[in-house]
C-alpha cells in the first residue's frame, strides 16, 4: 500500500475557469441556465444536467468544441506541482464530472499527456456527441455522472491517505471523506459553514504537502 495520493478536480481548480460552465454560457440556448439551476437545486442529477444542456447547444460539432479548448488556460502554477508530484513518485487524479474529451484536449495543449483520468466519457460517434458515464455508482446519493465519493473508497484500497483539491458543488459531498482537503472558492466556504476542516487555496504555489509525505 502507498502513503498517499493526490485526486483533484478540474474545472476551475486546475483550470483558469470552468471550461464546461463557459462552454454553455457561449455556445447552448439560454435555457441551459434552468437546467444548471435544477441541478443546484437536487432537482435534476449532474447525468441529466449535462445531457439536457449539451442537447441545447444546436451546432454542436468537433471543431466547435476544438475551437473554444483552444482558448481555454490551465493554472500556470499546476504545471510545476504536478512535475514535484512526479518527481517525488506520488500518485496523481483528475476525478472530474466534467467530460473528459475537453480534460484530455486542455491538458495535452499544455503538455501534459500522462495524467490519469476519471471522468464522464464524451466521443464523437458520426456527427453526434455521446456521453457515458463509466465512473457512476448506482449508490451515489447524488446520482452523479461520476461519484467523485466512490472513487475515493475504491482509492482508499491503495493508499494510507487521500489528499483532495477541488472547488466546487460537485466536491461538497467528498469533503468530510478524505484525510486533507484543499478547497478553492465555494468549496472552502461550504466547508466553513458545514464545520469541515480544509485548507484555502488560490493557486498551486500554495499547496505544501511536503509534512504528508
Not at 13 to 20: A, H, P, R, V, W
Not at 44 to 55: A, M, N
Request: hydrophobic share 35%.
Amino acid at each position: 500500500m502507498k502513503k498517499i495520493c493526490i485526486i483533484s478536480d478540474f474545472d476551475g481548480t486546475i483550470t483558469e475557469k470552468d471550461s464546461l460552465f463557459g462552454f454553455f454560457e457561449k455556445y447552448a440556448d439560454k435555457k441551459w441556465l434552468q437546467v444548471e439551476q435544477d441541478w443546484i437545486d437536487g432537482k435534476i442529477s449532474s447525468k441529466e444536467c449535462l445531457i439536457k444542456e449539451l442537447d441545447l447547444i444546436y451546432n454542436l460539432s468537433e471543431k466547435l468544441i476544438d475551437e473554444y479548448l483552444s482558448d481555454i488556460k490551465v493554472d500556470k502554477t499546476f504545471v510545476d506541482f504536478y512535475n514535484y508530484l512526479r518527481g517525488k513518485n506520488i500518485d496523481f487524479f483528475v476525478v472530474s464530472d466534467g467530460i473528459d474529451y475537453f480534460i484530455n484536449k486542455i491538458l495535452v495543449k499544455s503538455g501534459l499527456k500522462d495524467i490519469k483520468i476519471l471522468s464522464n466519457h464524451g466521443e464523437f460517434i458520426g456527427k453526434k456527441f455521446v456521453l457515458s458515464f463509466p465512473n457512476d455508482n448506482p449508490k451515489c446519493i447524488n446520482n452523479a455522472g461520476t461519484c467523485k465519493c466512490g472513487i475515493v473508497t475504491q482509492k482508499r484500497t491503495n493508499y494510507e491517505k487521500i489528499i483532495y483539491l477541488g472547488d466546487g458543488t460537485s466536491d461538497f459531498c467528498v469533503a468530510d471523506k478524505v484525510d486533507f482537503l484543499f478547497a478553492k472558492t465555494k468549496l472552502f466556504d461550504y466547508c466553513q459553514k458545514n464545520n469541515i476542516q480544509a485548507f484555502s487555496f488560490k493557486n498551486f504555489k500554495d499547496i505544501d504537502i511536503s509534512s504528508l509525505l
